[in-house]
């Protein structure tokens, strides 16, 4: 299905060659993911990316200084008084709510994004700003990236599904060591982590990501998302179910046109020129 750009408030999309890229425009208050529209901008950008035949890879970055700094502090400061309607005001039915009803549905909507997510961390990627990353397929640095676990300074806990996505990246250990102190990581120890998949100065950031983003968006469209969809499914089923899934997705496979224009590209020696069919 063909559909046009969505409208939004705090982040600006756009559209090229397949490649959508999402860029959160709140500068003012380092791109904070409460006390802003950021969620919902995140949210409808992926409904629209799982919708549309037009986009193969989704770029999230921050404009401005920082990629997120998570949760609006001066909101959890205030939530008895200016804030109350906030993320963070309320009692605990209240609050729990709020989270079930707001940034939890980023996780839930990043894990079922149909296209591989690139995060291009253009600094400081904070509490959830950091989850948000960890959320994505692949993450790419600035020399000026800092990522950080920082729930526990502030007295709480990852209350996004953090503590979930984060040892599955980086194994138990490292991220206990994260999670316990709250400490920041720079870019380089972030990329020795495996948090990063490369480092790059800040003026090659987004050029690096729409690179990679360009090699993924040239393969034929229906196996890239079906490809993701195995990628997921692997994590959370028996190895049995798992190949009786890999049978069908690759039945599905075989009897797509693009399948035979990739197969014909090859033995050609040309680059393929897929349809989506």
């Known amino acids: 299905m063909h559909l046009p750009i969505p409208q939004l408030c705090d982040a600006t999309l756009t559209l090229d060659n397949r490649i959508a890229t999402l ?33 193969s890879v ?33 009692d605990v039915y209240e609050v729990q709510n709020k989270y079930r009803n707001g940034i939890q549905k980023i996780p839930l909507a990043v894990y ?3 296209v591989p997510v690139i995060a291009a961390v253009n600094g400081p990627a904070i509490g959830a700003g950091f989850d948000l990353t960890c959320m994505c397929d692949i993450r790419i640095g600035s020399e000026s990236a800092l990522l950080g676990e920082t729930f526990v300074n502030l007295g709480i806990i990852p209350g996004d599904g953090g503590a979930w996505f984060l040892q599955r990246l980086i194994g138990y250990q490292k991220a206990a060591d994260m999670t316990f102190t709250g400490r920041l990581v720079k870019a380089q120890e972030a990329k020795e982590m495996g948090l990063l998949l490369d480092v790059v100065p800040a003026d ?14 040239a393969k034929p469209p229906q196996a890239l998302r079906l490809t993701k969809r195995l990628m997921k499914a692997a994590q959370r089923q028996a190895l049995p179910d798992f190949l009786d899934l890999c049978a069908v997705f690759q039945g599905m496979c075989h009897n797509t ?11 050609e020696k040309r680059t393929g020129n897929y349809s989506g069919k």
């Open 58 to 90: 989704l770029i999230m970055t921050g404009n401005g200084s920082a990629f997120s700094a998570g949760g609006n502090i001066k909101e959890m400061q205030e939530r008895d008084t200016t804030y109350r309607d906030g993320a963070f005001g309320g």
């Open 204 to 217: 090659q950031l987004l050029p690096t990501a729409l690179k990679m983003a360009q090699q993924i968006a």
């Open 257 to 267: 046109e693009d399948h035979m224009e990739a197969v014909t590209a090859f033995v």
């Open 23 to 55: 860029a959160f425009n709140r500068d003012d208050v380092r791109n904070a993911l409460t006390g802003t529209a950021l969620i919902d901008d995140i949210l409808t950008t992926i409904d629209w990316v799982n919708r549309s035949e037009d986009v």
């Open 112 to 114: 079922q994004c149909e």
